[in-house]
Each structure stands twice: as C-alpha cells, then as structure tokens.
C-alpha cells in the first residue's frame, strides 16, 4: 500500500466540506447551525446524524457512528481508509499519485485468498475462449446468454481435468494448506484435486468488487450437483455478500430503488434485459449485513424472489426481518412457479418490466400468504387468520398501509373495526413493556462502568478539547489502565506536539482505519459530559487513574511476596508497598 502523507490527507479534507460531501449520499437540512440526516449507519427513521460544518464532523445521537469526511466515505462505500482519501480528493479534483495498488485491503493473511481467486478467474475465462470452451459457449447462447454478458459477468471455464488448478498454484508456491482453505482445491484418496472439473464457472464478488467464490454449473447433461458454490471461507460469507452488489450500487442509488432475487441467475437474466438496480442473496437468509448494505444503496426495496411456495415463505420472512428495521418492502410475485430467469425467458422483458413497475404492497402480500390453506368459511381459520394479521399490523409504522389493513380485514372477517383497532393496541402495549424491560436490563450493564474507566474517558474527552489538558496529561499520566485508551491518549499527544493544535476531524484521519482506536474515540465523542471543565476536575481524574495504578501495583506486589520465601526479598517488596501506601495517600 502507497503511503499518502498526513499533510496531504488533511489537506484534501480542508478542500472539502463535509456538508456537501455527505449531501451526495443522502439529504441533509439544516437546524440552526448544524445539518441533520438520516443515519445509514444503523436502522434509522428520523434523521439522527447530525453534520458540523464547523468541526467537519458528523455524529449520530442514536448508534453513535462519528468520523470526519473520509471514515465517512469509508463505511459508506465499504472501502478501506486508502480508499476513501482517494475517492474524496477525485471528487474535489485533487489529483493525488498513490499508486494502483490502493485497492488492496490490509489485511496481509488474506490477501494469497484473493491472488488465488484472481489467477482461477484468469484460467477459467482462458478456457472458455478456447476450442474446449465452445461447447459451454453454445450452451450459455442456448440459454439466451450472449458474448456481452459472458464478459460483463466474467463466465469462464473449468476443463474436464483432475488438477489444472492445483498444478498452476504449485506453480506460484502456495502451500497446499492455503490452497485447501482457499475453496478452490479438495482433497480426495488421489491426492489433491481442482475442485471444479468440467463446469460452467460464474464469479462470486464480495461487495468491493473482489471475486471471493464461484458458483459452477454443470453443461453436459443432466447430473446431480447442478451448481456447486465454493465453501464458506474466510473471504466468502454468504451472510456478508449481495451478488452484485458493487455493479448494481449507482444504478440502484439512481433509481432510489434496489430488487432482490434469490438466485444469481435472475440477477444475470436481468441485466440481458437491462435491469440493473438489481443483486442477490446467496441462498441465504437475510442478515443484519444485508440490511445495512441495502439501505445504503435505496429508499425502495422490491423483494422478487421465486414463483413457488418456498420463495412465498422467504418472502414473507425477509419481508419481517425489513420491517423489524423499519424498511416497508414492496413484493413482486410471479405466477406459475417461475423463477425471474425462468419468467423473463418465457413471458419476455415487457411483461416482466410491467410486473415491476406494479409491485404490491407487503400487507397485500401478507393477507393472501397467511389465506393460503386456509378455510375462512370456517369460524376456527378465519379467528386464526385475523389474529395473524393482528399481530402483522403492530409493527406496521405506515398509516395509510395500516387504515387499508384494517378496513380490508373488517370487511373480511364482518367483525367490528373499533375491536380489531383494540386488539392491535392490546398487542402494542404488550410489546411497549417487553421493550422496557430490555432497556432496564441495558442501563444496568451500562452503570458497570468503574470510575477508572470513566476518568480515563473524561480526561481523553477534554484533552480533545483543550491543549492545556493535553499538557496536564503529558506532565502528571504515565500509564493509563486500559490498553485503547491508553494508546489514544498517546496518539493525541503525539498528534498535538506534531502540529501545535488539536481538532478531531484532523485526529481521525490520524487514527485512520484503526477501528478499535476510532471506536474508542467515538464512544468517547458521544459521552453526555459538558462543554467546559475546571482544573480541579482534570485532577480528579488524574488521581483516579493514578489511584487505580498504584493499587495495581500494590496487589501486584502482594502476590510476589506471598510467592517469594527469601526474607530479605520479602521485606524489600513490603517496604515498596509501604512507600506505594504513601503516596497514594
Ligand atoms: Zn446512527
């Protein structure tokens, strides 16, 4: 990785503002001197990140995510510190020179894993434009998938062999225990063999961009096994990827809306039709991850799984999950069992683009879901229908979306709409009160907090505030307890006696990507403590920190001595114990 200077970093977050900055990825307005948005760090609904153009920092009073511009940038855009600086200074016209090399993730473990997925990608799209590759290339035309798309989502080839793979990373030194955990390579009676022999290969991206798996299909005849995904790695979760979702990103953020598919096929199937705001979960169930990558690319979430009862049962569970995190999602669903791929192959684009423009509203989809196999001519499935779309509708924040519930099911069930609005309240408040008790239970972990810690992080609060704290910490401090705070407290420290001030904005980027140190400062930054402070306070805290060690130590002596038998020994230590007693007192 390319060093970029301090100097030069500070100097492109000065050429920017962050208000404008963070404008270009979602609305801000302005409340008296700050600028207020919603949070897409965490599951928000009122705008609780506040911007200062003053400090060039953003905060949000509700997660508590803060940064300046660039970590802004960083968690946004999934990308690294590196990253970040690049894409903020392109943006301000700032032509920096930090080489190619910059997309490169830190972590050096890692980085083999990557390599190898690279030079497999490079074989297999090898293969397939060679002559043992036109029987695939004939299959995936067969199949309406033309050269342009083979390119776009990089389909290549796994020949018909027992170790290409293995034997070109021998090739390169890599051991056969990295080889194993890459994914790529098994291990079988023969000894070590490619894992994918004779398939049709389709990367897998992780949401940089990077290809950290592959799905293989099988093309000559029909087998078991007709897709094979690479394993669960160290580099491949498949709760932390959305297929496409680093190509599918601006188009969505365009758009303000974003479609989910079950299957990577649907994915590439609608891209041959022009649709690209679109991406996929691997087969799995939706994260917290997912949630958080697809509120930051659109307001509109359209779930468009599979025709068939499984894909009505995960839609209705993906549908919960969202508006769990207050996402409203709207549902497409397609008639005869069809797959996208499969609807879009037998019904063409126009049908399909028709049946996306009218998505159905999630209770729309929810009533008929929860009708299905059930009788409402009988009194017993009609109370347990009703009652299931009760217990829909408490978390239903949107008021038009709940009143046209309400009169839907009134009409349906011919009870009484004041009842059916009494049980959703009963509902409600039984909720209210689970919630409070979870919040009792977290104020009381939050109270553990020892009061060394909490004059640790006062004395870091205002030594961020003030060059004269800085100056008290260098003089009396020599070791704070906790290891982060301890480190941030040298870095402000460092950072002051470098540039002869201390702003945050500017100490960010000094941490960088450290994130247990970022973390820290902002857990720090978000402490209810007051503007200003007195010396006799900054003391206070300085003899809590100094009390903690000299009681450390003090026990720390203790032990020795009951280990150490040579009396001489023995009075020494308690005679520093003795001196330790003194001053602390
Ligand atoms: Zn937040």
């Known amino acids: 990785m390319a060093l970029i200077s301090n100097d030069l970093i500070n100097e492109i977050r000065r050429s920017v503002d962050i208000v404008d900055v963070i404008s270009n990825y979602l609305p801000l307005t302005q409340k008296g001197k700050n600028f207020f948005g919603v949070c897409p760090f965490h599951d928000d609904t009122n705008p609780s990140m506040s911007v200062s153009k003053e400090k060039q920092i953003y905060t949000c009073f509700s997660c508590g995510a803060t940064g300046n511009v660039f970590k802004f940038v960083m968690d946004y855009e999934n990308i690294s510190f590196v990253e970040a600086v690049k894409l903020v200074a392109d943006n301000a016209g700032i032509s920096i020179n930090i080489g190619n090399n910059y997309k490169q993730k830190v972590n050096k473990n890692l980085e083999p894993l990557y390599k190898m997925y690279e030079l497999s990608e490079m074989l297999y799209q090898n293969n397939i434009n060679t002559v043992q590759g036109k029987e695939a290339i004939e299959y995936l035309k067969k199949r309406d998938i033309d050269e342009s798309i083979i390119k776009e989502f990089g389909i290549g080839l796994s020949l018909h062999k027992r170790d290409v793979l293995t034997k070109l990373f021998l090739s390169k030194n890599y051991s056969y225990d990295v080889m194993l955990k890459s994914g790529l390579i098994t291990k079988n009676d023969y000894g070590y063999i490619d894992m994918y022999q004779d398939r049709i290969m389709f990367p897998l991206w992780d949401v940089s961009g990077r290809i950290v798996g592959f799905s293989g299909r099988i093309y000559k005849g029909d087998g078991n096994f007709k897709y094979i995904n690479t394993k669960e790695t160290e580099i491949f979760k498949k709760g932390e990827i959305l297929y496409n979702y680093h190509r ?16 990577f096929m649907d994915v590439i199937r ?41 894909g009505a049962k995960a839609t209705y569970t993906c549908a919960n999950e969202l508006i769990k995190v207050g996402i409203v999602p709207k549902i497409v669903r397609l008639e005869e069992n069809l797959d996208p791929d499969e609807y879009i192959k037998k019904y063409g684009k126009e049908k399909f683009l028709g049946k996306l423009t009218h998505p159905i509203n999630v209770m729309d989809f929810k009533l008929s879901y929860l009708k299905k196999e059930r009788d409402l001519t009988s009194n017993d499935d009609m109370s347990k229908y009703i009652n299931d779309v009760l217990k829909e509708l408490v978390n239903i924040e949107d008021e038009i979306l709940f009143e046209l519930t309400i009169k839907k099911i009134t009409e349906e069930s011919h009870l009484s709409e004041e009842l059916l609005r009494k049980k959703v309240n009963d509902l409600k408040s039984n909720d209210d009160k689970k919630e409070e008790n979870v919040v009792i239970k977290s104020e009381k972990v939050k109270k553990v907090t020892n009061k060394y810690t909490q ?24 070791y704070m307890p906790t290891d982060v705070y301890r480190f941030l407290a040298r870095d402000i ?9 201390i702003n945050v904005a500017d100490f960010m980027t000094f941490l960088r990507d450290d994130k247990e140190k970022l973390d820290a400062l902002s857990h720090i930054l978000s402490l209810p403590l007051k503007e200003d402070f007195t010396l006799e306070e900054i003391n206070d805290y300085i003899n809590a920190i100094r009390d903690y060690n000299i009681n450390f130590e003090q026990q720390r002596l203790k032990t020795k001595m009951r280990e150490i038998t040579d009396p001489i020994e023995k009075a020494k230590i308690a005679q520093k114990i003795i001196e330790l007693k003194v001053k602390g007192d």
Do not use: C, W
């Open 248 to 263: 599918a990103k601006d188009e969505a953020r365009r758009l303000n809306t974003v479609i989910i598919m079950e299957g």
């Open 270 to 310: 609608a891209y041959t039709i022009g649709v690209k705001n679109v991406v996929a979960t691997m087969g799995t169930a939706v994260t917290k991850e997912h949630v958080t990558l697809l509120k930051r690319m659109a307001k509109n979430i359209i779930l468009l799984f599979d025709g068939d009862a499984a």
């Open 455 to 478: 004059a640790e992080e006062n004395l870091i609060y205002y030594m961020l505030k003030s060059p004269e704290v800085i100056k008290i910490y260098d003089r009396k401090i020599t």
């Open 493 to 501: 420290s460092y950072f002051y006696k470098q540039y002869h001030l």
